[in-house]
């Protein structure tokens, strides 16, 4: 981990253009990909979350707006959020029927 990586609370994973998929994990990662990955280098959004981002990284500005200006660039150019839903794993007598079953 880098002295500078801010973690998010809860990552976010974004679809880009391309299809694939990418998570995020902190302002670190989410500056680093406006800098050297975003597909416009133009919009208002992305704008202020480099800014926003770039603050954060220098405890200006908390982390989770740093993440909401992100979340709404990548909106504004046309990358969508990808709903992650966490797997439950059987425990107990739920795991007992699971297995018997």
Do not use: H, Q
Request: glycine share 4%.
């Amino acid at each position: 981990m880098l002295l500078n990586e801010i973690p998010w609370t809860v990552p976010l994973t974004v679809r880009l253009s391309n299809g694939l998929e990418r998570t995020f994990t902190s302002v670190y990662e989410a500056v680093d990909f406006l800098e050297n990955e975003w597909p416009l280098r133009k919009g208002e959004r992305y704008e202020r979350a480099l800014r926003t981002c770039r603050r954060a990284l220098n405890r200006m500005t908390p982390a989770a707006v740093a993440r909401e200006a992100f979340i709404a660039a990548c909106l504004e150019a046309g990358m969508p959020l990808v709903m992650v839903t966490p797997r439950r794993e059987p425990r107990g007598a739920e795991a007992k029927t699971a297995i018997s079953a």
